[in-house]
Nanobody, 115 residues
């Protein structure tokens, strides 16, 4: 079992920055990958960025060069640094992890980009 708790969401103006955090607890040594996804109102959930146990990362094209996914050295905390935020980045952002083939999700944190 893994528990994931996101934080760091909020209201920001276009062009601004936010840093999301996801605190993992439980059987974290079994985590093979972690990722951030988001869901905007009226849209399907989409994968934003992922990081694998070896450190490789991937990003959806719309956030590449603006967002950075990372983990701390203990691998207990996942981050998403979001720069140059756009109106279309408004969504609920979810942290998720794959642990021994099972996927766990956090409750989500709201990010609102508005003038």
């Amino acid at each position: 079992q893994v528990q994931l708790v996101e934080s760091g969401g909020g209201l920001v103006q276009p062009g601004g920055s936010l840093r999301l955090s996801c605190a993992a607890s439980g059987t974290i040594f079994g985590i093979s990958s972690m990722a951030w996804s988001r869901q905007a109102p009226g849209k399907e959930r989409e994968l934003v960025a992922g990081i694998f146990s070896g450190g490789a990362t991937n990003y959806t094209n719309s956030v590449r060069d603006r967002f950075t996914i990372s983990r701390d050295s203990t691998k207990r905390t996942l981050f998403l640094q979001m720069n140059s935020l756009k109106l279309e980045d408004t969504a609920v952002y979810y942290c998720h992890a794959v642990v021994y083939g099972e996927e766990y999700w956090g409750q989500g944190t709201q990010v609102t980009v508005s003038p």
